[in-house]
């Protein structure tokens, strides 16, 4: 199984996602921004980061990358996309998932153990785990609120398609505790806190994040 | 904006034709005596160029005058080590840690910036000590910060923290560098001169190390990064050299503003051009800009140095020469590269987006010449500039007060004296600012980025892995009391080595190597030198004991308003290695009925303690007696304890003593003990006692006797306390002056976790 | 009710990180002969009653010290309307 990688100038958490599917028993296949081409992976991550230093709109600039430009022609074709973090606004950006993130309503950057519940387990991301699971892992972000207007929020909470939400705190005002997001047909998701750093109990809180890149895995070898 | 002569040109033939025009050598800080020392070494007066380049350069800042004399002791009391790759003198020492892998560690100032501009002073801090680390080939994979502010509810430090902890959080977590420790004290003693140190860690293979010098005639001098502007044109002599005092706002120059971004992509394109050979030397751009790296790199190099200042791109079309030699724009390096290599060299800068311009070339005729619009205006012997600026004596005294002050001991301060007292004076600490929780601070940086982050804060150590493959990993830790440091600079210089040595061992690691950060007032004041003198002097004895070489370091003077200068500060970073990271031990305390057992022996030792400051705002006093040979015993019982798996947890006792030590833990693990206060020991004492040489550790009861018998071999006292309670069981402490004190996890995490927040918001 | 709106940039000798970032977009995006983008901010202050005198030098004296860095910034204010 080959999963995509790709790094913008500016992506940090590229060797972490790649890490995390290894671990998980993937192929890590490293996609650079400049080069228009997926070299026929399975599935792609937007790893975290701030790709072209978040000036003007987090992930505003990435959007315009060689790579996107397949990317989006082929999620919209069912490709299993995760965006982490920066890569969840660069989802945004693209028009790939609804919705849009903005500063923190602390003003601050946070970096925190999160606890999450997982709230839908039919996107291409999250089978490995059940509805209702709760898990700890680490988000750490300055623009994460996330925010729509009050029909989409109905729309992707009668669709079943909020991925997790935030539990015991908001870490920065996401409308209905929104942490992740999935687009219609449940191979897009979009996700504010960092699984990838929750895969090997050394170096992360637990490894309850493993589940997603495990998801992904298991769906594509039924595939 | 900028205090730089404002001519377009002074070319040499005009300093030759015109002797008597008169120069703002004052203004630019450098002293009579210094300036005719220029005219000696050229034969002739300087032009503008030339008297920019030697002002940042002599300044000191830059050129360690002051210092200089006393630093040679790090050298000259070496222990002897053969894991020193790169000793001091270069951008940052390398330390080999084993298995091919080596270490490259240093920390910076950004003392004043930081005052003037929080969040870019602090942003910027953090990129000039990155771009220290990558200039050695190492790759930065770790930072921390330690911060001195003022009094925590004083009006202007409600301004600067939050600015410096935003651009610490802001430049570092942009950069994807974890932060994985540092220090935040305050002192009222820092009140307009908040220290603002930056440390980095970089890894490196023993064949990635590169030096900065400029070898080979005909190879090119490229210019990368960055754009140059007007970015803090005389920062480097006029910030660091003046105190507040002399300067209004008008006075100031323009501050740095950092761009992370490109930095991240100078630290990629950097590596990428090392590790495929296409470097022959290589230097970043920091304090003095050009000038800096220019006559470092001819300096270290085996020739001269020919450069075509027009060749620079630059941010603002209008800077005279002399602004484009002095400008500290950030986000720059400097390469030199053979012909060979050179295209090779400036695809990989098109692949990141990085300018590059190749602006000279290396040449056989030791000067370092630089020409602008045609006309020489710069021509000087490279090592004058670079290497052999002044050297000063300055006048050492003892201040008068400095007995005074000794004799003022904590012996006549009310302690408490019941089990009541004793609980509401824990408390009452927990929740002072010094040892509060720094969740408000540290939750504002990235400390998972890069997936190697095995400990942070608040554990007495950061430790990353540096070999996913065999678990090698490197501890690091910096530490201060200058509380200590002012009672006796000497002594408390050993006491923030001995604390950071301590903090290494306690995660398991083998305490290896030593940099420095030594924060201190104006050396013109023969008070302070002695303070300095004294310092450097207990630090370099105390490194040759404990056989930990100093690698490097930096020196911060003028840190003072007036004739009052900030305790003396000489901030120590220890390096640590560990074989297996798999077998680091975290602070926590976890399995309910492990036993807790304190090493180390405790004495009646309150001068300089956090207890004295709080409860009773009282310095005077000898402070704790150094013992480095009872600290290398305990490092080795941490480090082999560790090794063997024998402890469930250790933390090192320091501010506070024993009962701040069994708090942290308890937090941290979210489990409380139950301890006993031995028979014929004074509760207080055991419990807020800030003597060195102690940490508390927990082993499960079948290890107490293969503890004891492994702390007796070394010589380690071993005292029982208690043991572990049940997940949230309460901290209880029995026989207290006949009673219990005890506390709740939730009213200490309470306690600790309001204060920084009802302050900053 | 009045409205004051208030420019803040950054001061020209300032590296701009972000304008130089939305600068390079805007070339590869297409759009030839971008010389420089510098990025600012606006804050539209919207106030109840008349504006005097007194409350321009008010606004003057918070957009020159809260409202922009005097240290980095400049402000400008672009518009009063009564």
Known sequence: MRVGVVTFPGSLDDRDAARAVRIAGGEAVALWHADADLHGVDAVVLPGGFSYGDYLRCGAIARFAPVMGELVKAAQGGLPVLGICNGFQILCESHLLPGALVRNDSLHFVCRDQRLRIESTSTAWTSSYEVGQEIVVPLKNGEGGYVADEATLDRLEGEGRVVARYLELNPNGSRRDIAGIANERGNVVGLMPHPEHAVEPLTGPTTDGLGFFTSILKGLVEA | MSTAPRKSRDTVDDAIAHPEREQPYAELGLKANEYERIKEILGRRPTSGELAMYSVMWSEHCSYKSSKVHLRQFGDKKPETDKLLVGIGENAGVVDIGQGWAVTFKVESHNHPSYVEPYQGAATGIGGIVRDIISMGARPVAVMDPLRFGAADHPDTRRVLPGVVAGIGGYGNCLGLPNIGGEVVFDPCYQGNPLVNALCLGTLRHEDIHLASAKGVGNLVVLYGAKTGGDGIGGASILASETFEDGGPAKRPAVQVGDPFMEKLLIECTLEVLHAGLVEGIQDLGAAGISCATSELASNGDGGMHVVLDKVPLRDHTLTPEEILMSESQERMAAVVTPANIDAFLDVCRKWDVDAAIIGEVTGTGRLVIEWQGEVIVDVPPRTVAHDGPVYERPIERPDWQDALIADAPSSLKRPASAEEVRATVLQLVGSPNLASKTWVTSQYDRYVLGNTVLAQPEDAGVVRVDEGSGLGVAISTDCNGRFAKLDPYNGAKLALAEAYRNVAATGAEPLAVTNCLNFGSPEDPAVMWQFSEAVRGLADACLELGTPVTGGNVSFYNQTGDVAIHPTPVVGVLGVIDDVEKRTAMALGREGDVVLVLGETRDEFAGSEWAHVVHGHLGGIPPEVDLAAERWLAQVLVAGSRSGLLSAAHDVSDAGIAQALVEMSLRGGVGATVTVPDGTDPFVLLLSESTARAVVTVSPSDVAALESLAGQHGVPVTRLGVVGAPGADLVVENVYGGTASWTLDELRATADATLPALFG | ?82
Do not use: C, W
Not at chain 3, 15 to 22: C, E, F, M, N, R
Not at chain 3, 32 to 58: C, M, P, Y
């Open chain 3, 1 to 82: 009710m009045a409205r004051v709106v208030v420019d803040v940039m950054l001061k020209p000798e300032i590296l701009d990180p972000q304008g130089k970032a939305v600068e390079g977009a805007l070339g590869r995006l297409g759009l030839e002969g971008v010389t420089s983008v510098r990025q600012g901010k606006t804050f539209t202050v919207e106030l109840d009653g008349e504006i005097d005198e007194e409350r321009l030098a008010q606004v003057h004296e918070l957009a020159g010290s809260l409202l922009s860095n005097p240290v980095i910034e400049d402000y400008v204010i672009r518009e009063v309307t009564a």
